[in-house]
């Protein structure tokens, strides 16, 4: 009797869109892991006169010859357009082909959408490589964490940046030449901006709350600074703290029915988990009731460490995996808030442009020649919704402690004080 082993029970036939830093990488990886039992059929690209490193016969712009195809199974998407990525995404699903996408984008912005495909179709989505490469969280928060209560995520979720600050914390290179080099590596995304502007690391952190928390929400609705306008003075204030800035993405419960998610540099001391997680690596901290804390780190970005992820995709479509998105589905809801109390860092080169009434609390102020500070608590709803803090004076860093919690102690301990006379 023959033994079916997983590895027979399904041969993976696949159409591959994009021949990027993505596609290539999946082309390779299953290049060297013959044993994988999957092959691509089909690869489309874009710009038919590219110079590419293989035999033309493999490459077509023409869609349909992938998705018409009734031997391939698979589409690997890994294109740079959102909006052409959700098109074929619909018209595989419809033609019976299960989908793996790298593309963060179209999944943050479409989720619901593409739920509702997958129901309708009884075909998987899978996209691992979306939310931080290499780190093997999405199916985690899917599978393992779906019966412990979870508190909090809080990471670096974007390679690029996280490459970018690096350079300069530690090896004094300047913002354009760090981020020439991310792209040189192929660390960031074909429009930089998004990597920048901290687009990319919301759209990741829309996914994490979802897959953690049940809660789909638009990444517009976060709050969401990039490391653009950190300014060489707020280096020079984190390097006499002896910290790092990094760009942090964090999703939080403030009570036990309501959660907060927003992405913004910060500062970090050297205690903290993410301080040493540097260049293109990503990193995780996942805390929970009953397992306390996890701390994933891996490669965020890059060829390899995402294709590994859209083949650990394609490995589970071998045994018919699907996101059951279980979080999402049950009753126990959270309700968004940005109703919730921070601890920022607001700097300005000129004293006057420091928004000095927005501060529920003042903590410390510097006012000097060239750089003037605020360190202080404000409401996070201050921020959402609002672009004052977006001022091209203005820089706006998350402290070290970033939720003020202990905002209601110091309040009770300053009120005793002066009720006792002192
Ligand atoms: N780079 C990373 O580290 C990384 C990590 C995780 C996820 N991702 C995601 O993976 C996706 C691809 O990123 P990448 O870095 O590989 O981008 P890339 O290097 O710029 O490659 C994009 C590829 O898409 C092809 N393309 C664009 N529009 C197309 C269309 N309508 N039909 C067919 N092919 C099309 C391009 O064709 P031509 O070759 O003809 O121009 C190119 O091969 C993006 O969604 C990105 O967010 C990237």
């Known amino acids: 009797m023959e033994i079916i082993t997983p590895a027979k029970r399904k041969e993976l036939v696949i159409g591959l869109f994009g021949f990027g830093v993505v596609g290539q990488g999946v082309f390779e990886v299953l290049t060297k892991t013959s044993s994988f039992n999957a092959r691509i059929k089909k690869i489309c690209i874009k710009d038919p006169l590219k110079k590419r490193r293989f035999s033309e016969t493999e490459f077509t712009t023409d869609a349909n010859l992938l998705i018409e195809d009734k031997e391939i199974n698979v589409i690997v998407e890994a294109i740079d357009d959102p909006e052409a990525a ?4 619909r018209r595989s699903l419809e033609k019976g082909k299960s989908v793996v996408t790298a593309n963060k984008m179209l999944v943050a912005s479409h989720l619901e959408e593409i739920i509702s495909l997958q129901k309708e179709f009884g075909l ?3 996209y691992e490589g979306a939310c931080c490469a290499s780190i093997p969280v999405i199916r985690n928060l899917e599978e393992y964490y779906d019966n412990d209560l979870l508190r909090s995520i809080r990471g670096i979720v974007n390679g690029s940046t996280n490459y970018i600050l690096s350079k300069i914390f530690n ?4 913002y354009n030449h760090a981020l020439l080099e991310a792209k040189q590596n192929g660390f960031a995304e074909s429009d ?7 687009t990319d690391a919301a759209n990741k952190l829309s996914l994490l709350l979802t897959h953690g928390f049940g809660n789909i929400v638009d990444p517009g609705n976060f709050i969401v600074e990039g490391i653009k306008r950190i300014t060489a003075n707020d280096i020079k204030h984190a390097r006499t703290q002896r910290q790092k800035i990094k760009l942090v993405a964090t999703i939080r419960k403030t009570d036990e029915n309501k959660i907060t998610a927003l992405v913004l540099p910060q500062f970090l001391n050297e205690g903290d988990d993410l301080y040493s997680v540097d260049d293109e690596f990503n990193g995780l901290v996942i805390e929970s009731s009953f397992a306390d804390k996890h701390f994933l780190k891996g490669k965020g970005a890059g060829s390899y460490p995402t294709a590994a992820a ?3 995709d394609l490995s589970a479509l071998r045994y ?8 999402w589905r049950s009753n126990e809801y959270y309700e968004f808030t940005n109703d919730c109390q921070l601890r920022i860092h607001v700097s300005s080169l000129s004293v006057e442009h420091l928004p000095s009434d927005r501060f529920i609390e003042i903590e410390e102020q ?3 020649p060239g750089h003037s500070w605020i360190t202080g608590i404000i409401n996070a709803s201050q921020l959402a919704g609002h672009d004052w803090w977006k001022h091209e004076e203005l820089s706006v860093i998350g402290c070290c402690d970033l939720f003020a919690d202990d905002i209601k102690d110091k309040r009770i301990r ?3 004080l002066r009720l006792a006379g002192v």
């Open 320 to 327: 018919d995996y699907k996101y059951e998105y279980k979080k």
């Open 192 to 198: 930089p901006s998004l990597d920048v502007l901290g």
């Open 310 to 312: 859209i083949l650990s």
């Open 124 to 126: 998987p989505v899978l």
């Open 171 to 174: 090896e004094g290179i300047d």
């Open 366 to 368: 510097h006012c000097g």
């Open 414 to 416: 300053r009120l005793s």
């Open 86 to 89: 959700l098109h074929i995404l």
